[in-house]
């Protein structure tokens, strides 16, 4: 039951980090937030692990913090910042994957000892590149536009948790199935596959609605820059 625990206090102490970043920054620690949670989610991807009986890949608590955080941004701030933010995460992990194929291509003193470890993390085949890209891409746009289109239904303060979690459950499907598709089909056995796939939305689905109510705090948290914004306007609007 290590694990279960371990992962437990994992997803809460992201929300916490979120909210820290959320607090200090603003909508500018959010987006920081996704740049920073897309490159690591896809670091710890390439670790396998066994939770709730099921083999499962690392990083789902992580990586499902990123839709909570494109989710506040649209519904604080509008879909416009929630959109600049899925494009953001996007050219983090572009990046990551570009430099560090540079990074990889140099020859190591004899007196190096990372190599070997940097080329199995990030001798990331083109396989779960693209599929981690055409993933976040397609899911991260879908839970912006799905989001929008549920609150335009549900409309009111205490119904975020409907758009969250409808958004959320709805894009994460999407993304647990191109990701493991193009990254692990073929790569695994057919069952192992299925496990993969099947605890890896299970666990999404599980942290998307264990989310929900640092979604509401994070409605309810007024960011510092916001504060002190506030006595020069109500100073010019008087």
Known sequence: MFNEFWGLGFAVANFILLLIMYKCFGKTGLFAWVALSTVLANIQV????????????????????????????????????????????????????IVMQFGMKFIPAESDFANESMQT????????AIASMLAYLASQHLDVYIFAAIRKVFPKDSQFWIRNNGSTLISQLLDTLIFTSIAFYG?????????????????????????????????????????????????QVS
């Open 46 to 97: 390439t670790k396998t692990i066994e939770i709730i009986g099921l083999t499962a890949t690392l990083g789902n608590s992580l990586y499902a913090s990123t839709f909570l955080a494109t989710d506040i941004l649209n519904e604080k701030y509008g879909k416009k910042d929630a959109q600049k933010a899925v494009w953001l995460g996007f050219s983090s992990l572009l990046i990551m994957i």
């Open 121 to 128: 993390i990030f001798g990331l085949i083109p396989q779960i």
């Open 187 to 235: 790569v695994y056995p057919l069952d192992v596959w299925l496990q993969i796939f099947v605890s890896t939305y299970v666990l999404k689905f599980i942290v998307s609605v264990f989310s929900t109510p640092f979604g509401y705090i994070a409605k309810a948290l007024k960011p510092l820059d916001e504060e002190a914004a506030t006595p020069a306007d109500e100073k």
